[in-house]
């Protein structure tokens, strides 16, 4: 084919130029083979209301059932396979389009003599002629294919969104057995277990009550969110985590060290590697006062007061110098 009929100007003077028989075959070659579609013009009078079809592409064959001599008698064969439903949308359509001579572009479904019902999609623009009868110039393809993607699409967005409220309501009941059982385990603990740690603190050893206030700590941290904004967000290994809780619970270096069977430079790395892990390693924060903070309040209900400001377990003791 002559590389002229591609480009503008050039493809129009070709075409004008090519003897009519040659034009006719070449319209033919393109309509005939148009994949899953079919060309044709209609004439609809000055009215709009007239459906003379002055070409039809053989493909009606294919698509609809008919001959193109069949249809050329009977045009109304071809609107008669529209179905009821989608026949009085493009009969308004239609309307519309010739009163304002502005191209039609519908999709609707046609049932075939086969029983078969199938999604085509017409466009048409028109065109007056001198004597002001009004030609339409279409094209109707076949998008049955993309019809039933695209509501296949729909349906499974439809099963998700299904899915995804079904998930909603199991994790809202979830969520509710969750604070059900914390309320029992709260009652629990603060009717039975914390009694006892009271009385058990009145006759206590300071040492003693250190530990008991490290009970006292764990079960608070079991209703509490403390080791949910520590383990969460941070990702404190179980180990640093039982540092933390000791810190929190007023502990010192050498007592943590003691209980744990460590050595002091390895209670130290954990304090360092912790203060990295909570974001304030290069920062003037006290890691107790800040793990306070952090459980919004203090270590243990109705205990006394833990580390004095002036000795915060988070700063090693001062080496006092012996008297000379």
């Known amino acids: 084919m002559d590389p002229d009929l591609t480009t503008g100007k050039c493809s129009q003077e070709a ?169 029992l385990v709260t009652a629990n603990i603060e009717s039975f277990a914390k009694p006892i740690i009271e009385k058990m603190r009145l006759n206590a050893r300071p040492r003693d009550r250190k530990y008991l206030n490290m009970l006292e700590l764990g079960l608070q941290n079991i209703i509490s969110q403390f080791g949910i904004r520590i383990n969460g967000p941070h990702a404190l290994s179980a180990r640093e985590s039982e540092i933390c809780n000791m810190i929190r619970s007023g502990l010192s270096t050498k007592e943590i060290a003691q209980m744990l069977a460590i050595s002091l430079r390895t209670v130290d790395t954990f304090r360092n590697r912790i203060r990295r892990k909570l974001g304030i390693a290069r920062k003037d924060v006290n890691l107790y006062a800040h793990l306070q903070a952090l459980a919004g309040g203090p270590a243990f209900l109705g205990g006394p007061t833990l580390a004095p400001s002036s000795d915060l377990p988070d700063r090693p003791p001062r080496k006092r110098r012996p008297p000379p």
Do not use: C
């Open 15 to 183: 075409a004008a130029e090519m003897p009519a028989a040659d034009r006719e075959t070449l319209l033919r070659v393109f309509t005939d083979n148009l994949a899953a579609g079919m060309v044709y013009q209609i004439d609809s009078g000055t009215d709009g209301k007239q459906r003379i079809l002055s070409y039809l592409s053989p493909a009606v064959e294919g698509l609809h059932g008919l001959t193109v001599a069949e249809v050329k008698r009977n045009p109304l064969l071809l609107y008669e396979q529209v179905i009821e439903e989608d026949r009085l949308l493009l009969a308004e359509r239609e309307d519309r389009a010739f009163a304002a001579l502005a191209p039609l572009d519908i999709e609707v479904r046609v049932r075939l003599p086969s029983g078969d019902i199938r999604w085509r999609h017409f466009k048409s623009a028109p065109r007056t002629l001198p004597d002001r009868r009004v030609v339409w110039d279409g094209i109707e393809l076949d998008v049955t294919k993309r019809k039933h993607a695209e509501l296949a699409l729909r349906e499974s967005e439809e099963k998700l969104k299904q899915k995804n409220a079904a998930l909603k309501e199991i994790l809202a009941q979830i969520e509710a057995e969750r604070m059900e059982t914390r309320k």
